[in-house]
């Protein structure tokens, strides 16, 4: 009987995605994931394939624990807007792959595009015509903090980390998506 890999898988997984979150996939080295999973390069690509495929597959699967850990609701984009907001604060490296990903691949892979079908869909059933736009401004805002740049965020005079300061955006945050809804809802 073959040995079980699901540790091996593991260890290759979890190295993959602190390599691609930190590095891209271009700067992402299938050596340094190797010696972090403590496995050998042919056990990566005998189980994942080429790195590519490897980085599709840990976006894939960050998008997929993200939509898992803060399920979305169109009936309460505010609250989700909120929670999504802290899961980000939370996982920054989420965020760095979903960014390395929309830098560095010029179309989405299957598991991103699919990721975002639910969402689209919901919204379609409360924002006629302009689903993807509400999304697209909604991520946009839920993010604008993580992706201010460090100049701008050091201005924050108790930190651009503090709970203070992450409190403050968090309900401004609240208030913009609020306002968002109902521009968009005036507007369908």
Same mark, same amino acid.
């Given at each position: 009987?073959?040995?079980?890999?699901?540790?091996?898988?593991?260890?290759?997984?979890?190295?993959?995605?602190?390599?691609?979150?930190?590095?891209?996939?271009?700067?992402?080295?299938?050596?340094?994931?190797?010696?972090?999973?403590?496995?050998?390069?042919?056990?990566?690509?005998?189980?994942?394939?080429?790195?590519?495929?490897?980085?599709?597959?840990?976006? *894939?699967?960050? %998008?997929?624990?993200? &939509?898992? $850990?803060? !399920?979305?609701?169109?009936?309460? @984009?505010?609250?989700?807007? /909120?929670?999504?907001?802290?899961?980000?604060?939370?996982?920054?490296?989420?965020?760095?792959?979903?960014?390395?990903?929309?830098?560095?691949?010029?179309?989405?892979?299957?598991?991103?595009?699919?990721?975002?079908?639910?969402?689209?869909?919901?919204?379609?059933?409360?924002?006629?015509?302009?689903?993807?736009?509400?999304?697209?401004?909604?991520?946009?805002?839920?993010?604008?903090?993580?992706?201010? *740049?460090?100049? %701008?965020?050091?201005? &924050?005079? $108790?930190? !651009?980390?503090?709970?203070?300061? @992450?409190?403050?955006?968090? /309900?401004?945050?609240?208030?913009?998506?609020?306002?968002?809804?109902?521009?968009?809802?005036?507007?369908?």
């Amino acid at each position: 009987m073959p040995p079980d890999a699901t540790e091996t898988k593991r260890r290759i997984l979890d190295a993959a995605r602190a390599e691609f979150a930190q590095f891209g996939l271009a700067g992402a080295r299938v050596d340094r994931i190797a010696e972090t999973g403590r496995v050998n390069k042919r056990s990566i690509y005998v189980h994942f394939g080429p790195k590519g495929q490897l980085f599709d597959l840990v976006v *894939s699967a960050a %998008l997929a624990e993200m &939509a898992d $850990e803060v !399920p979305f609701t169109a009936e309460d @984009l505010p609250s989700y807007a /909120a929670a999504l907001f802290d899961y980000l604060t939370e996982r920054p490296e989420i965020l760095r792959l979903t960014s390395w990903a929309g830098l560095e691949r010029e179309d989405a892979s299957p598991g991103e595009v699919q990721a975002y079908e639910p969402k689209v869909r919901e919204l379609s059933e409360h924002f006629d015509g302009a689903a993807v736009d509400v999304l697209a401004l909604l991520l946009g805002q839920i993010t604008a903090w993580q992706f201010a *740049s460090s100049g %701008l965020r050091a201005h &924050a005079s $108790e930190g !651009p980390w503090s709970d203070d300061r @992450l409190q403050r955006h968090r /309900a401004l945050l609240i208030v913009s998506v609020e306002a968002l809804v109902s521009a968009a809802r005036a507007r369908a």
